[in-house]
Structure formats: C-alpha cells, structure tokens
C-alpha cells in the first residue's frame, strides 16, 4: 500500500506513524541503536537507499549486497529488484541481471529501472510498439522529466522513419506533454525534435498553440528564431511573428502568453517599462555609469548586412545602440551612426541562435521607443 493510499485510508495518525518511522529509518543510517526502532519492512528502506548511493559511488559490490538485504527485509518490493537489476548489469552479470528485472516488472510494471531496461532491450531489437508501451508506463509512474527525455531521445534516433513517434504524439497526452514541453533536452536534441514536427510531410496534425507553446518559448529562451518559427507556423500560425523582429512595435510587449518577442533586462539603474495609453511605447533609462543591455531578441537573418532603425518620440535617441550576435549580446563599439535617424548598420553570420540587443548609454534620460525597424542593406 502506498504511503498515500495508508495516509488516507488509516488516518492522520497512521501518517504521522509512517513519517515517525522514516525519521528513525533515516537516523538509524547515522545512531546504529536507532535501528532496533524500526520495523522490518520499514527497515528495507534503509538498505533501498544505500543501494542507491552505492549505485551513484559507483561501488556496485556494496550495491548488490544492500539491494539483496532489502530484497530479504522487504520481498514484495519492486525497487529493490531494480536495483539488484542495475547493479549486476553495471557489473557485466547480464543473464540475472535480466532476471532481477523480470521479477521487478512482474511485481510492479511501474517500477521505473525494469522499464528503462526492458525499453532499450524492445528498442534494441526494433520493437518499436512495444517499446513506446514500456515508456508509456515510465511517463505513468515518474515523475523525473530529465530521464524522460534521455528516453524520448532514444525512441526519436531509433524509430526510424518516426511514423511510431507520430502516432503516439497523437493518441497520448502524456507523450506529448514530455514531448513538447523538452524539460530537459539539450538544445540539439530540441532542435532536432523542432524540425521534425515542422515538417509538412509528417503526417501530424496541427497541435495547437497551448500545446506547442512551451517549446516554442524555449527554443526562443536559447535564440533558435528559424525552429521556433518553424513550428508556430505549421501548429500555431495565429501567433507567427510577421518579419525579422518580432513585436516591432511592442504590442505583445509584457505579455507572457506570447511565443516570442522581446527580452527586457532591467535592475536598479535600468528601467524598461511599458507606457499607457492607445499607443504601445517602451520607456528606457539607464541611470547607470556604462552602457547597458537593456531589450533583446533571437532574429534569424540570412548572413549579410542589415540596418536597423528605432522611431523614437522625443530626445535621447543617439544614446541608443544595437548588437547582433550569436548565443549572448555583447556590447557594441562607439557608433556614429544614429539608429533613430539613418539607422545603424549590423553585420549578420552564419549561426543558429542570432540574437539582437538594444543598448542604452548612460546620461541619456528617458527615451521613449515607438517601433523597431530592421531590413536588409541592400535589398
């Protein structure tokens, strides 16, 4: 019985009891005479824990030896035979190993390590179906978002064709959920999960904004411009920024519900604040003594040169500067040119995550910002 199901069918006290004991079970790692408070099912949990830090040491003799303590204090206990599992497999015993997560899965087909084992072993001999039940039952059970997306990861680079992975972004809300939202996944891997779903030739339904929208955001959180866009326009098209910048004139400005757009950075010497009124105006200050970054936003930009101008009602408008660079703003070189003039001239490269930064020099007072403007050089 779960500690959730003992709490609510026992009672408080009964909780109280269980939350007592693993206080002791804790201690009794510590005060040895502690362990003579513990009751024998309880005290399986100890040896499950120091199973567990054995595994992580990694010392897997010492592992063995306390899952195989637990798995005798505790036989009806799925995690132990987990980590019995793990450990023989980390010490090259394969054959009892395998049998150590048989038992596991048979007890409980939600414990997680005989799902991790029995899923690569499904998808090592391409059986696909079955190894999307066996992750199916991972997304049910734990709630560890990083080992989701190692296992997504593996279905995406085997399943070949990705018919498998298609069907069940459809049918399953949990997949979709991990899917989608890449807590997790590093930014290859989101990348690449991007241009899949962007395809026009993957027989996918449009998702829909709600759903998309947190992977849009984060591919926008690392300036991936080109797959952030991608993908809002095959699943979210209502929302698709229109041009280079996005938000050109701070209309979604402070809205979180929008997939992209600017990036404010303010502190105690820099304010960035949208004005009231009809009109959408961004109100800068830098009382500061240098130069500061003060919005920014991922732009994908074929490499050549561009010029960026900014409609700026009343003074102030030569104290303020744009960068275009990959991965992280960096503070732009004196400039002569005026953006809220002629423009500024920036110089685009070749990279995957472009992002472009406005600046504000110091001593400038109040700049009020109508609209950004960005255009090719010579079009």
Known sequence: ?????????????????????????????????????VPQTFAATSSRRAAADFLLEP????????????????????????????ALLQSGQVLPAHRAFLQAAKLSKREPLSQLYF???????????????????????????????????????????????????????????AYL??????????????TFLARSDVSLDAIGCDAVLPMIRELGRLNFRTEADSVTRRHCPGRAPEGDIADAEFEAFGDDTAPLGWRRYRS?????????????????????????????????LAPGSYVIRAKVDGPGGQDLV???????????????QRIDRDGQTLTAVTCADAVLGLWLRPGSGRVVVDRIELSPLNP
């Open 322 to 336: 744009a960068s275009l660079n990959c991965t992280t703003p960096s503070r732009p070189r004196a400039q002569r």
């Open 268 to 300: 105690g010497d820099v304010r960035v604040t949208r004005l009231a009124g009809d009109e959408a105006r961004i109100e800068l200050e830098n009382r500061s003594s240098v130069t500061r970054l003060v919005l920014s936003q991922p732009v994908s």
């Open 59 to 86: 010392d897997v003799q010492a592992a063995r030896g306390a899952a195989a303590a637990a798995i005798t204090k505790d036989p009806l206990e799925a995690r132990s035979l987990g980590f019995l599992g793990t």
């Open 119 to 177: 899923f690569e072993q499904e998808l090592s001999v391409g059986s696909y179906a079955r190894a999307a039940a066996r992750l199916d039952a991972f997304l049910r059970s734990v709630a560890n978002r990083d080992v989701a997306q190692v296992m997504l990861a593996m279905f995406e680079e085997r399943a070949g064709n990705g018919a498998y992975l298609t069907q069940r972004l459809a049918d399953s809300p949990r997949w979709a959920d």
């Open 1 to 37: 019985m779960g500690r959730r199901h003992l709490a609510t069918g026992v009672g408080v006290l009964a909780f109280a009891f269980l939350a007592l004991v693993n206080g002791f079970d804790r201690m009794s790692e510590q005060r040895p005479s502690f362990g003579r408070f």
């Open 181 to 194: 939202r890449a807590e997790g996944a590093d930014p290859e891997r989101l990348r690449k999960r991007a």
